[in-house]
């Protein structure tokens, strides 16, 4: 599974970097994720881990998020990794590039399904996390108009 999205916010990149990089923002945003807990103490950085519940329309599964890469206001990049993911890991990446007035956001997912039975659910996994990521950034639009 490979899934990108790119779209424009009319707000600073330090701005929206804080719709991504806030738990309390991101579960506003992105209705998938039903709760945080840490594992990792102190500041996000690299190597920070937490366990995210996420609602996966049928039911809710607990994941492991590790931060491969944290560059405040730029780059965010995590892995997800337990549930019903398999042996390979998801990896997330936001980009953030700030131009005059906005920033565009560009997301990217990969995936790769090990296993006979996950190959076969990947074409439904797919179109349900790219329905789902189509919602957030709807949804992250209409918050960051509503803070003007």
Not at 118 to 128: E, F, G, T
Request: hydrophobic share 40%; glycine share 4%; with cysteine.
């Amino acid at each position: 599974m490979k899934i990108t999205k790119s779209d424009t916010f009319f707000c600073s990149a330090e701005e929206l970097w804080t719709w991504l990089n806030d738990f309390g923002k991101v579960k506003q945003w992105n209705k998938t994720i039903l709760d945080e807990k840490h594992i990792s103490s102190g500041n996000i950085r690299v190597g920070f881990t937490t366990n995210i519940l996420i609602n996966e329309e049928l039911s809710e599964t607990w994941y492991t998020s590790e931060i491969l890469r944290y560059d405040p206001s730029t780059f965010l990049s995590f892995s997800l990794s337990g549930g019903k993911l398999g042996k390979n890991p998801m990896i997330v990446e936001y980009r953030l590039i700030p131009e005059k007035n906005i920033t565009v956001l560009n997301y990217r997912c990969r995936w790769v399904p090990h296993g006979f039975m996950l190959k076969m659910a990947d074409p439904v996994i797919s179109r349900i996390a790219r329905k789902n990521i189509e919602n957030a950034f709807a949804e992250l639009s209409k918050l960051i108009i509503k803070t003007d």
